[in-house]
């Protein structure tokens, strides 16, 4: 997303404030697409290094607006701990920031964190059997989709071991009787694996009413996530469908980019 600095940016290291627009950008995504929680759940990402000088620095959505009022200079700068590293007026949501601290803090690629309580991903994780192997979105994501236990709401730090130990390698996670959540080393990386997730649950969600499902069997679902052009990186790895996505909100309000 080319951009250039805005006086709101004065000041500040160019690199943060390309950031400070993507993640803008993908709030405003969240709500276009209606995957948002009045003022709750999460997109986190970690500033790079030239920024940060080494630290661990992350963005996060100011707690108490809703994704359609997030911005790219309201945005919250926090440690790994939560802390506030600026001196915007918003208080950061502790317990948002817990699941999303040890992901981050976790797994080295956790460049980007997002956690959703849509109906169909919320309806997928309350199920004894989870993700259904049975459509083409599901097919997609064999094999990358780790489960975690619901231990109530995640404010306490010491649910993060059991946390990483059940998510391994996996980008997918389904947070059983609470959402779904992925990470990745972009975030256009994340958003389209989350996409991916969503789409599979609200299918999954639709066909329960229909009678039984035909499977897919795990040969072709480990096919079908080879061939799967949405997570490669020679057709972009989610930029490309980040960037049209990021252009129809500007069609509508590019109010994000002040």
């Given at each position: 997303m080319n951009a250039v600095l805005k006086p709101a940016a004065a000041g500040m290291h160019p690199d943060?404030?390309?950031?400070?627009?993507?993640?803008?950008?993908?709030?405003r995504i969240f709500d276009m697409l209606g995957w948002t929680e009045m003022i709750y759940n999460h997109i986190t990402i970690r500033l790079p290094e030239s920024v940060s000088g080494g630290e661990k620095q992350f963005l996060i959505n100011p707690f108490g607006l809703h994704y359609s009022e997030v911005t790219a200079s309201n945005l919250l700068k926090i440690d790994v701990k939560g802390n506030k590293l600026d001196e915007n007026p918003w208080p950061v949501n502790p317990a948002g920031f817990t699941v999303h601290a040890a992901i981050h803090e976790g797994l080295p690629e956790a460049h980007c964190v997002m956690h959703t309580h849509t109906t169909a991903g919320v309806a997928v994780a309350c199920t004894q059997g989870g993700l259904?192997?049975?459509?083409?979105?599901?097919?997609?994501?064999?094999?990358?989709?780790a489960y975690h236990d619901f231990e109530g709401i995640t404010i306490h730090a010491d649910e993060a071991p059991r946390l990483l130990k059940n998510i391994g390698?996996?980008?997918?996670?389904?947070?059983?009787?609470?959402?779904?959540?992925?990470?990745?080393?972009?975030?256009?990386?994340?958003?389209?694996?989350?996409?991916?997730?969503?789409?599979?649950?609200?299918i999954q969600m639709a066909q329960a009413t229909m009678g039984p499902a035909i499977a897919v069997s795990p040969t072709v679902a480990q096919k079908t996530t080879y061939d799967s052009f949405q997570f490669d990186a020679q057709f972009g790895a989610g930029q490309d469908v980040f960037d049209a996505l990021t252009r129809r909100i500007d069609r509508i309000d590019t109010s994000y980019k002040s």
């Open positions: 943060e404030w390309q950031a400070r627009l993507q993640l803008a950008a993908c709030y259904a192997q049975n459509n083409f979105y599901s097919a997609q994501l064999h094999d990358l989709v390698n996996k980008p997918a996670v389904i947070l059983r009787n609470h959402g779904l959540l992925t990470w990745g080393k972009t975030l256009p990386l994340a958003f389209v694996r989350l996409w991916t997730l969503q789409r599979a649950c609200e």
